[in-house]
């Protein structure tokens, strides 16, 4: 079993920033990807930026160029910067790992952007 320790949400004024972070722990032999989904009050939940843990990284195009994924392997850890926030960014944001075919979430971290 895999377990998701998320922290950094916050209400932060439009155009600042903030960085989230996941710490997985457990039964973690053989990560694929790690990553960072949001779901908005009244909307369905949607991807962000996944860090496929052999290199690749995939961003939704609303993020590109103002949020970054990385990882800490060591750790077990993934992040994501994001700056220049927009009221739009509001949402829930939610930690993902894939391990061994298995998918895990983890609670959820509030980002309040103020316009």
């Known amino acids: 079993q895999v377990q998701l320790a998320e922290s950094g949400g916050g209400l932060v004024a439009a155009g600042g920033s903030l960085r989230l972070s996941c710490a997985a722990s457990?039964?973690?032999?053989?990560?694929?990807?790690m990553g960072w989904y949001r779901q908005a009050p009244g909307k369905e939940r949607e991807l962000v930026a996944t860090?496929?843990?052999?290199?690749?990284?995939n961003y939704a195009d609303s993020v590109k160029g103002r949020f970054t994924i990385s990882r800490d392997r060591a750790m077990n850890s993934v992040y994501l910067q994001m700056n220049n926030l927009k009221p739009e960014d509001t949402a829930i944001y939610y930690c993902?790992?894939?391990?061994?075919?298995?998918?895990?979430w983890g609670q959820g971290t509030q980002v309040t952007v103020s316009s």
């Open positions: 993902r790992a894939v391990v061994a075919g298995h998918d895990s």
């Open positions: 457990g039964s973690i032999g053989g990560i694929y990807l």
């Open positions: 860090y496929i843990f052999a290199g690749a990284t």
